[in-house]
């Protein structure tokens, strides 16, 4: 458990800071999964840049080592299924319709790999030492994709596609590039990757087809510096976030341009971004900050913005360093992880809480 009644302990100094203002709290509790958090999606396990996710009414959730998957309605859930293995294994990447896990296996010396959905199998994975970040699963949960030096050829680089379901592979050359690959739509074609252009002084999304030729213009974040986990697609939008400042009190700085409005943002001198969500439709942003200075303590701020003004319609204070990821199940369901004193201890438990969206 992440959380400890020792926080406790800091008292008065704790302070919500400027931005907080009084919590709201108009918007109805739908359901609650006590003792579980939701996974820290995109800041510690990859998803599609996108909200694929959320419009598939899924939000992954948290317990130790083990995770479950919540749906709507009835707040349901199940266990994530995980492989009995030797080492331990972790997930490396979710979408809406499966999952990546992966261990290292210390007396083989190799990687291993299983792709889940319902029931995990072993998958046949990327040659170790000869990759470019891990792989990720297509759009369809069929085939897995990933970067790689082809052999004998330590300064090329191409994209191997390889189905799951029989043995055919695809090769997609790339031109020489620092590219992340962050998305795979075979039905569409297409490949994303996420671009930071030193010299054009641009960070965004690249989508090359099947071809390796360059489907329209880059998608480019204007007005902050994001890395390819804080850049979140929304059609033909965007919403991007700072991840990381120069300063301990530089803020932090979110930017997004949607189709129900576009605005920027900063966070409070001496917070940072923790978790940044949108609803599929595009009229929400989900925010979270925490403290990032040892002078001042915040307490962690959660709160949704309405994108067409950049007003603040809910927020929430939690306890320093909570660091609670962010969801959205479709439209008008908006879910954080709400940190509770339990016990004489005080000890500090989380309980997943959906809320619905007033209309």
């Not at 129900?260 to 942003?285: E, L, M």
């Not at 509770?340 to 500090?348: A, F, I, K, N, R």
Request: include cysteine; hydrophobic fraction near 40%; charge should be neutral.
């Amino acid at each position: 458990m992440r959380f400890r009644g020792s926080l406790l302990a800091l008292g008065a100094l704790l302070i919500a800071g400027p931005a907080a203002g009084a919590d709201h709290a108009d918007w109805k509790v739908v359901c609650e999964v006590p003792d579980m958090e939701l996974a820290p999606l995109r800041r510690g396990i990859r998803t599609p840049p996108d909200t694929s996710l959320g419009g598939a009414g899924q939000a992954w959730l948290q317990h130790g080592n083990g995770y479950a998957i919540l749906s709507m309605p009835g707040c349901s859930t199940r266990a994530v299924t995980m492989p009995d293995a030797p080492s331990p294994v972790s997930v490396q990447f979710v979408s809406a319709n499966g999952y990546l896990l992966g261990n290292w296996d210390s007396k083989t010396g190799h990687k291993n790999w299983w792709v889940g959905n319902g029931a995990v199998r072993p998958m046949r994975g990327p040659p170790d030492g000869l990759t470019s970040g891990p792989p990720i699963l297509s759009r369809d949960g069929h085939s897995a994709a990933w970067i790689e030096a082809p052999p004998g050829h330590p300064r090329s680089r191409r994209v191997v596609i390889r189905s799951l379901v029989d043995a055919p592979e695809q090769i997609v050359d790339l031109a020489p590039s620092g590219w992340s690959l962050l998305d795979a739509d075979l039905e569409q074609q297409e490949l994303t990757f996420f671009e930071h252009n030193l010299a054009g002084r641009y960070a965004g999304l690249v989508v090359l087809g099947l071809d390796g030729a360059r489907r329209g213009e880059p998608l480019v974040a204007l007005g902050v510096d994001p890395q390819d986990s804080t850049f979140v697609r929304v059609g033909s939008g965007w919403v991007a976030w700072d991840a990381a400042r120069d300063g301990a009190f530089e803020p932090f700085r979110i930017a997004w341009s949607l189709a129900h409005g576009h605005g920027s943002q900063k966070t409070t001198a001496g917070r940072s971004i923790t978790a940044v969500a949108v609803n599929p439709a595009g009229t929400y942003i989900a925010v979270g900050e925490t403290n990032s200075t040892r002078i001042h303590y915040f307490k962690d701020l959660i709160y949704v913005l309405r994108a067409s003004d950049g007003q603040r319609v809910w927020e929430r204070t939690l306890p320093m360093f909570a660091r609670s990821p962010l969801a959205f199940l479709g439209d008008d369901l908006f879910v954080y992880t709400e940190i509770q004193e339990q016990g004489p201890s005080q000890e500090l438990r989380p309980t997943v809480r959906v809320l619905k969206i007033p209309q």
